[in-house]
Nanobody, 122 residues
């Protein structure tokens, strides 16, 4: 079992940066593959980034490549999403997710956080 709590969202101007954090608890975090999803109003939830439990494998959606960076610190049970050059279309609720299977973490992860709102003003 993994419990996930996101933080770091907020209101930022276009072009700004944010770092989202996801604190995990549970015995299996260090062996869990992690992902970040987002859901904008009226749109489906999409995976924007994922990282394997070793940190050696990452995935990024085409729409965020070059602007988003996912990382994890297994000693702190935390995964991060660094976002640069924010755009109004990045406005969404961002969710942290976890799964024991890497391919599943980008599709239908088993564990979810409650989400944190990111709003980008133009």
């Amino acid at each position: 079992q993994v419990q996930l709590v996101e933080s770091g969202g907020g209101l930022v101007q276009a072009g700004g940066s944010l770092r989202l954090s996801c604190a995990a608890s549970g015995r299996t975090f260090s062996r869990s593959h992690m992902g970040w999803f987002r859901q904008a109003p009226g749109k489906e939830r999409e995976c924007v980034a994922a990282v394997s439990w070793t940190g050696g494998r990452t995935y990024y959606a085409d729409s965020v490549k070059g602007r988003f960076t996912i990382s994890r610190d297994n000693a702190k049970n935390t995964v991060y999403l660094q976002i640069h050059s924010l755009k109004p279309e990045d406005t969404a609720v961002y969710y942290c997710a976890a799964d024991n299977v890497y391919t599943q973490v980008v599709i239908t992860p088993h564990y979810w956080g409650q989400g944190t709102q990111v709003t980008v003003s133009s």
